[in-house]
């Protein structure tokens, strides 16, 4: 599955590149504009796994001066949809349909988010990518998964 899919195959092509991984990662932030405003960066990416990163900076503060919730939170939601579209096959698409987070320790660093799947999880229906945020020091900050519901493309019509 991975030599055929075409973000794999595209994070390939930008790591050739100097600066690759950074390439890659802006220009798969674009898909969701709202990505691109933590500045992550894509460390990790093969089928069913995704790890991204981004730095504790004041655009992502909270008043109290820790990484903001919905921060954390789109990277999460960045990391299941890069691992999504790296994993699902060619012949299924995948929509969220909800997010279940706890927040479980205050985010005083730069952030690394992680998100796992299964073999499993491409089948029709609502599956669950497990999803989990750590700070610099490895303490989990945020766990939780985001539902997603798996379905069969519709059939192209034959000319």
């Known amino acids: 599955m991975s030599e055929h899919n075409y973000l794999l195959k595209l994070r390939a092509q930008c790591l050739k590149l100097p600066f690759g991984a ?15 405003s933590i500045k992550p960066l894509i ?8 790890q991204l990163t981004f730095n504790k900076r004041k655009a992502v503060e909270n008043h ?8 954390v939170c789109n990277g999460m939601e960045m990391a ?7 994993s699902i096959p060619k ?6 349909k909800g997010m ?4 479980l320790a205050k985010t005083d660093s730069d952030v690394r988010v992680e998100a796992k799947a299964t073999e499993d ?9 497990e999803v ?22 519709p059939q192209k019509p034959k000319s």
């Open 22 to 36: 950074r390439i890659f990662s802006m220009m798969f932030a674009r898909k969701a504009p709202y990505f691109a």
């Open 43 to 50: 460390t990790e990416l093969k089928p069913n796994f995704c």
């Open 64 to 71: 109290i001066g820790t990484v903001h919730a919905i921060a």
């Open 80 to 86: 299941m949809g890069a691992l999504a579209e790296a």
């Open 91 to 96: 012949h299924l698409r995948w929509l969220p």
């Open 100 to 103: 279940q987070v706890n927040y």
């Open 121 to 129: 999880t491409w089948q029709v229906g609502d599956q669950p990518i």
């Open 132 to 153: 989990t945020a750590y700070r610099a020091d490895g303490t989990v900050v945020a766990a939780g998964h985001i539902t997603i519901y798996v379905s069969e493309k």
